[in-house]
């Protein structure tokens, strides 16, 4: 074995401690991007091929009522590839055992056979029969929820009717992959349900024979998305389309895509956090190593080795500690993505799903490890290599003794002799001194950033369920009904109050900018639905002009006073200019909204309303619940206990889970750096402290100036960290923020004190590793050194 190779073998075993640490903080980048990386092949491979294998559409479009002799007509515009029509419907269940209301949509399919586009994978039973107007497929989430097979029985309410369906088989579509209702946000598998009958029956339930209100597309090879969607809208306006929408606006593969998303960003800025703490720790401490081994540098020169052979020697060491932080890191990223895989599966419901490290990731990330790596230690590496051998075995030139301007700050009987070496000591070595707080100030920054994670979700959550919805019920009717049935809602048992509302799909035009969504006509002083400004204020709808969340605002480049142009897809069809009158600050969503006679002016109707929110008596739920079944005209149920229940599980599994992993990393990181520089101080001061204790000094007093040192440079370090912290979840904020829901930029005392208290806790225990070390420490050996 060569000379090196035993000293660089010696050195791993000596410096064992501190390269398990700087070992640590490369996992944990590598552990975040292979965690990423991983999620985000998986999640788009599963979605791909279940896209291509059954047929997934390009186009969707919903209207009111067209005839099926239009087809032909549609099918000869410019780009039209395959086109199906279908009949959509609202559907209301009950559940044997089960007494929550359950909501739901019906889809046709062509009698006893598959549609061409949005094929069934069937998990269970078969199609419903040729002929068959009792029968149906349920969404496969729905049917776990329940325990529901093949041959089970429901009682449904489709356009106001009472009908029996029996249960032919149990299946998913791609088309709902991300099963949830239509206005929420998370699947609430118990309380919605999709299902699938032959059309000639559902379109006679529905009064639709002969006819459709909704219609599936794909493009031709080459076709532009825009020029076809231009000539459907053309075409079926006078059918009471709605628009026709994209991939990008159906709501399952918009969330999904919102998800592949976040994996991108958490796979680009979190490694990237990590990997850049780990070079800065990596040429701190191999400075610094190099630095006290100077001696022994000078002797390999002076017997015969080259610069590059040592240099060699140095990139060898700091290769094996970034290879073993790299092996930590992939194990632990592949542990992580098994166990989030079991997560993905429950909301994405992907026939198969499998998750596995890519060898291309393996590759990535082992490159940018090395990259970080090379980053952070070639400069000390060549400029220590560099010195001639006779400077570098003569010692370091002493340092001048004088009184430092802290001295000067504190007085005399305060410091001891203890205190006045730790302050001149940090006042020789300024750069060595002010790295120490940088790298400990990184390490509270990361704590900063996952203690505002943590925060930030519940502030989010309260304020959407505390704040801005204060109903227990949401009511949704089939179609617009005339205001007086608010009247006859306050009758029903249980109801303590009753707030109307209308909502109208719109296209929102600002410049070349537009936006699809609806305006939400509501009382002037909304009671149970707030809307919130910047303060978390509740404002009053103004008579005239429309509110939006500042989020859609931000996408469509719009001020408050400028003008929107507001297309009114039901209706007449109108196009409006309406001045944007105020903006409002919600977490979740994305919305415009206008006092409710205002809306039904525009939209040259009399008092009309699509539904209505309830303040509930608890103890009367079950009766309420029974005579909401009877009313015809209401389409669907939604409980907002049950909503924010669905939405607290989401964030519990997915962004705490990943904001808990983050906080475990960042308080491991944060001993590594202390206990790095802890080490690093002890070895370079090694000969000091020996002869401290040979000239009398106890041994608590020579650990009070080695921890003292630690404790100051910690102390300088917090405020610093906190500065970090903040930037660092500024930026996250901005990565985070989009059309579903929008982590709030919050900082509580909690946050900050949660990141120094465990910088603080990490450098106690570092404290009493080095008081421990301090005990053992040869005297006789360390004095022996080159004079």
Same mark, same amino acid.
Not at 103 to 126: E, I, T
Not at 166 to 192: K, N, W
Not at 564 to 593: F, I, K, N
Not at 732 to 738: C, D, N, T
């Given at each position: ?350 026939? %198969?799903?499998? !998750?596995?490290? $890519?060898?291309? @990731?393996? *590759?990535?990330?082992? #490159?940018?490890? &090395?990259?970080?790596? +090379? /980053? ?97 019920? %949401?009511?949704? !009717?089939?179609? $617009?009904?005339? @205001?007086? *049935?608010?009247?006859? #809602?306050?009758? &029903?048992?249980?109801? +303590? /109050? ?115 929110? &309830? ?173």
């Amino acid at each position: 074995m060569k000379t090196l190779d035993r000293k660089l073998y010696r050195d791993l075993w000596r410096l064992k401690g501190q390269a398990l640490a700087i070992a640590l903080v490369i996992a944990s980048g590598v552990m975040t991007l292979i965690l990423a990386v991983t999620t985000l092949e998986s999640l788009t491979g599963a979605r791909d091929r279940f896209y291509a294998s059954h047929h997934f559409a390009e186009l969707f479009v919903e209207l009111k009522r067209a005839p099926l002799g239009l087809q032909a007509q549609l099918q000869q515009l410019e780009g039209v590839n395959l086109i199906e029509p279908r009949v959509r419907a609202a559907v209301r269940l009950a559940v044997p055992g089960y007494g929550d209301p359950v909501r739901g949509q019906l889809l046709s399919l062509p009698d006893g056979r598959q549609p061409l586009l949005n094929h069934l994978y069937l998990k269970a039973g078969s199609l419903p029969e040729a002929g068959r107007d009792d029968q149906a497929v349920v969404s496969d989430a729905f049917a776990e929820a329940h325990g529901l097979a093949p041959g089970d029985r429901l009682e449904a309410i489709v356009n106001g009717r009472h009908t029996q369906l029996t249960i032919s088989g149990i299946g998913l579509s791609p088309e709902f992959l991300y099963q949830v209702a239509p206005t929420d946000l998370m699947p609430d598998y118990h309380r919605y349900a999709v299902l699938w009958m032959n059309q000639r029956a559902l379109a006679q339930a529905y009064g639709m024979e002969g006819a459709f209100n909704s219609l599936t597309l794909t493009l031709q090879a080459g076709a532009s998305e825009a020029e076809v969607v231009d000539a459907l809208d053309l075409v079926l306006a006078r059918y009471g389309a709605i628009g026709a929408q994209t991939r990008h606006d159906q709501q399952s593969h918009r969330f999904i895509e919102e998800e592949l998303n976040q994996q991108r960003i958490t796979a680009t800025v979190l490694p990237a956090i990590f990997l850049t703490v780990s070079a800065f720790l990596l040429n701190v401490v191999m400075g610094r190593i190099i630095q006290t081994q100077r001696e022994q540098l000078a002797v390999l020169k002076a017997f015969g080795y080259r610069d590059s052979e040592l240099a060699r020697h140095y990139g060898l060491l700091a290769a094996a500690i970034v290879l073993l932080g790299w092996v930590v890191g992939v194990a632990l990223g592949s542990w992580a993505a098994s166990g989030l895989a079991g997560i993905y599966r429950e909301y994405f419901r992907f026939p %198969e799903m499998h !998750f596995g490290v $890519p060898l291309w @990731a393996l *590759a990535l990330s082992l #490159l940018v490890t &090395l990259l970080a790596a +090379l /980053a952070g230690t070639w400069h000390a590496v060549w400029r220590a290599v560099g010195r001639p051998p006779a400077e570098a075995m003569r010692p370091p030139a002493p340092h001048r003794f004088r009184r430092s301007w802290l001295e000067r700050l504190i007085p005399a009987p305060l410091l001891g002799n203890e205190g006045r070496i730790v302050l001149r000591n940090l006042a020789r070595h300024p750069l060595k001194a002010a790295f120490s707080v940088v790298g400990i100030a990184l390490s509270a920054g990361l704590l900063v950033i996952g203690a505002y994670q943590l925060a930030a979700v519940d502030t989010m959550i309260d304020q959407q369920y505390r704040q801005v919805l204060q109903m227990d019920m %949401e009511l949704t !009717f089939n179609e $617009p009904t005339p @205001a007086r *049935a608010a009247g006859e #809602l306050r009758h &029903l048992p249980g109801v +303590l /109050a009753v707030e109307t509302w209308r909502r109208v799909p719109v296209t929102l035009i600002h410049a070349h900018r537009q936006y699809r969504t609806s305006l939400l006509g509501m009382a002037q002083e909304p009671g149970m639905r707030q809307v919130l400004e910047g303060q978390g204020r509740p404002q009053r709808l103004p008579e005239t002009g429309v509110m939006l969340t500042r989020h859609l605002a931000e996408l469509l480049d719009v001020k408050v006073g400028d003008t929107l142009e507001v297309a009114v897809m039901e209706g007449r069809r109108q196009r409006l200019s309406l001045p944007l009158t105020a903006l409002v600050d919600e977490p979740l969503g994305v919305g415009a909204y206008l006092e409710l006679s205002a809306l039904n002016a525009l939209m040259h109707e009399g008092p009309a309303i699509s539904g209505a929110w &309830l303040l509930v008596d608890a103890e009367h739920t079950a009766e309420l619940h029974a005579a909401l079944w009877e009313l015809p005209r209401v389409a669907s149920i939604g409980l907002l206990t049950a909503a924010e229940q669905g939405v607290r599980e989401y964030m519990d599994e997915t962004l705490l889970m990943v904001a808990v992993i983050f906080v475990g990393i960042a308080s491991s990181i944060a001993f590594g750096v202390v206990y790095n520089n802890a080490r690093i101080a002890f070895a370079e001061r090694a000969r000091e402290l020996a002869t401290l204790q040979v000239l009398g000094y106890t041994r608590a007093e020579v650990a009070r100036i080695l921890l003292g040192e630690i404790a100051l440079l910690t102390l300088a370090a917090i405020p610093l960290g906190w500065a970090i912290g903040v930037f660092f979840s500024h930026l996250l904020h901005r990565a985070f923020s989009h059309d579903l829901f929008r982590i709030p930029l919050v900082f509580t005392p909690h946050t900050f004190g949660f990141a120094a208290a465990g910088v603080l806790v990490a450098s106690l225990l570092v404290a009493a590793l080095v008081f421990r070390r301090l005990g053992r420490l040869d005297k006789i050996r360390v004095l022996k050194a080159v004079e």
